[in-house]
């Protein structure tokens, strides 16, 4: 036999079934903080990032944006723009600021666009794709992730209904806060292997 | 001193851990970190009662329809482009993970914090296949640099000082210029980062565990706070995530449940800081991720705690809560446990991987408090189930220690009436002597005084008219 088969076997024998139960759904409880809508829904969301050590900022257009990022940015140095079209398409250079296309493990400083984010958590919200690496998110020293006021979510459910809409993209990134490891004597470092400082600046769309 | 320790020797491995000063002033830290940080994450929620019964439910249900589960979970893996291995044993685990990295022509690996490959060995035998393999969560690598096996199931490095990573790194890291200023704990993580960022960038292969196998799209979750896991599973051209079987999940909802459950009741976090959902290799077209990717599903004893009496063992999400708030955990440490998994979950579970008469110990390492099924996020009934071990171990006489013939003494006493009386009779002077065997019980007990008269004679003087 086969290991696949004699592990399905042992489970059968002692009393697993092979057959899915008769009522699939499972009752879940929703907790109240992961029902928040709007204003509240902001409101949670930004109190969280900065309890998660990021630090939030609010732009009302791309603009506003992009000279936040100039503001805190390595100075001389070009900045790795993922390739995303509504980012990628911008006026950086009119905003003072060399770009790089593409993730880079060589520059300290990187933009990225959230493609949501969870007010239960804080947390921003990344799918994988043609013009989104992954790697725009974890290479970075300074990640300065963008997201729309309009893309915030209540709760970790319907984050994880949003994925399954998009079809499972291959990676789902959950991100809150910048990286950080507590591991010699129980400390707080920040900057562990992903970025030691995390920008949230949250385009203020209505 | 050796960091690896024999379960068979428990006694005197606590006893060597509590004479231990440095040990014991790290231990402290458990009230102050990881107790305060849970409780105060629970505020906020009012609901956890609720939620926790809810976790046990869905866990219980994928356990009741587990076979259904895993292959759902196979076909929606292979759909995604993946591919799933099955392992019965630790070595077929490792026989696997072998012949992927073999096959794919892999020299280098990157590991992220796993404790499923700890359970089975698996970093020695592929080092001796020839390949390169880092470990690079920040405390996995520290301990792997010093040849010392976890203490914490989510702090593997806990028992060391900043001076001990600090020695660790300069033996190790001897590119590096000698004479560096690395005794600061913010110079110790740069430094860990910029090695091990130079190995993410070279590796071909990354290895992960997986915190959850979601059925219904073939997914695997995994979470960190450093980044490792991502960095491992998207930049070199391979990605092997090896799980138990125990670790499946019908659906996305109850994904979103154990979460909010995870994260708090270990490190008193809402979320951690990295929770990553891999569903296949890279996509036609997608700017990055791996080319390929393989699920290996290990059993290793697990088909075996499916048996009623310990089934609900499996719905452990490694949490640590349990080891957290172990009075014996905090007494003693990791590594005087001798096994993978110490603590509560240790007990419960070591027994199916390690066998009864190696781990006897283990579950009789408890005071019953009880605390740990009181934070425990899936309601495992964990004294329950050590009872079940226990009553194993001496089933199988492999507990043949003074306790057990004391017990079996007793049980032949108590059998006989008159013999029972006439011993208490003589037994009342050795009470309090402070020599012989009930000095030796009494050192670490308290031995409340003998009441006047055995309990027998003073029935009977009550019943008197
Ligand atoms: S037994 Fe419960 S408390 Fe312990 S690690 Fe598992 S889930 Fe967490």
């Known amino acids: 036999m086969s290991a696949r088969d004699d592990i399905l076997a042992a489970l059968a024998r002692n009393g697993a079934s092979s057959v899915p139960p008769a009522n699939a759904v499972s009752a879940s409880p929703i907790p109240a903080i992961a029902t928040k809508r709007d204003a509240e829904a902001f409101a949670r969301f930004a109190a969280l990032v900065k309890e998660s050590l990021a630090e939030f900022v609010e732009a009302p257009d791309d603009y506003a944006a992009m000279r936040e990022i100039a503001a805190r940015a390595p100075k001389s140095l070009p900045i790795a723009i993922s390739p995303q079209k509504e980012i990628a398409s911008l006026d950086w250079a009119g905003a003072g600021i060399e770009a790089r296309i593409g993730a880079s493990p060589d520059l300290p400083a990187g933009v990225s666009m959230a493609d949501s984010a969870i007010a239960e958590t804080g947390s921003l919200l990344f799918f994988s794709g043609a013009n989104s690496p992954v790697l725009a998110h974890f290479l970075p020293d300074i990640h300065f992730a963008l997201v729309r006021r309009s893309t915030i979510l209540p709760g970790l459910n319907d984050a994880l209904a949003l994925a399954r809409a998009r079809a499972m993209p291959s990676t789902v990134n959950f991100i809150t806060g910048p990286s950080r490891s507590g591991d010699i004597e129980q400390t707080l470092e920040l900057g562990a292997h992903g970025p030691r400082q995390l920008v949230v600046i949250v385009l203020m769309d209505r | ?465």
Request: charged share 25%; proline share 6%; hydrophobic share 40%.
């Open chain 2, 1 to 465: 001193m050796s960091a690896h320790k024999n379960p068979r020797q428990f006694p005197a491995n606590t006893r060597e851990a509590l004479a231990n000063a440095p040990l014991q002033k790290t231990l402290e830290r458990i009230k102050l970190g990881f107790q305060l940080f849970r409780m105060a994450a629970m505020q906020e929620l009012p609901e956890l009662e609720s939620l926790r019964t809810a976790l046990a439910a869905a866990k219980d249900r994928a356990l009741a329809h587990l076979p259904h589960y895993l292959e759902q979970f196979e076909k929606n893996v292979i759909a995604n482009g993946g591919q799933v291995h099955w392992a019965r044993s630790a070595s077929e685990a490792i026989a696997i993970v072998s012949r992927i990295a073999r096959e794919a022509g892999v020299k280098r690996i990157v590991k992220s914090k796993s404790m499923l490959t700890e359970e089975i060995g698996l970093n020695a035998p592929l080092i001796r296949d020839g390949f390169e393999v880092v470990e690079t969560d920040l405390g996995e690598y520290i301990i792997q640099l010093r040849d010392e096996p976890p203490s914490h199931i989510i702090a593997p490095a806990f028992h060391l000082s900043r001076a001990d990573v600090t020695q660790s790194f300069r033996a190790a890291h001897t590119h590096l210029d000698p004479k560096r200023d690395i005794d600061d704990r913010k110079s110790l993580v740069r430094e860990a980062r910029q090695v091990l960022r130079e190995k993410f960038l070279a590796a071909d292969l990354g290895i992960t565990g997986a915190n959850a196998l979601i059925a219904e799209t073939g997914t695997v979750c995994l979470v960190t706070n450093e980044g490792n896991a991502d960095l491992s599973m998207t930049h070199p051209r391979v990605h092997v995530a090896i799980a138990g079987i125990e670790k499946i999940l019908p659906a996305m909802d109850d994904l979103a449940l154990q979460l909010r459950l995870l994260g708090r009741s270990a490190s008193g976090q809402r979320m951690t800081v990295y929770t990553s959902l891999r569903s296949g290799p890279r996509k036609a077209g997608d700017a990055d991720g791996p080319e390929a990717f393989h699920v290996v599903l290990v059993d290793n004893g697990r088909s075996q705690l499916m048996r009623a009496e310990t089934r609900e063992v499996l719905r452990c999400i490694r949490c640590a809560a349990c080891l957290n708030h172990c009075p014996v955990y905090a007494s003693v440490g990791g590594h005087a446990y001798g096994v993978t998994y110490p603590g509560p979950i240790g007990a419960a579970f070591q027994p199916a991987i390690s066998g009864i008469a190696a781990t006897h110990h283990l579950p009789s390492a408890s005071s019953f408090c009880g605390r740990c099924e009181s934070v425990c996020p899936a309601k495992i009934p964990l004294t329950r189930i050590m009872r079940h071990w226990r009553e194993r171990g001496f089933g199988k006489g492999v507990a043949e220690t003074p306790n057990a013939i004391a017990l079996k003494l007793f049980a032949f006493a108590a059998r006989h009436p008159r013999l029972f009386r006439a011993a208490m009779k003589l037994a009342r002077p050795f009470w309090h002597l402070p020599f012989g065997p009930m000095a030796k019980w009494r050192k670490h007990r308290n031995a409340p005084p003998a009441p006047a008269g055995s309990f027998v004679a003073r029935v009977q003087q009550r019943r008197k008219p």
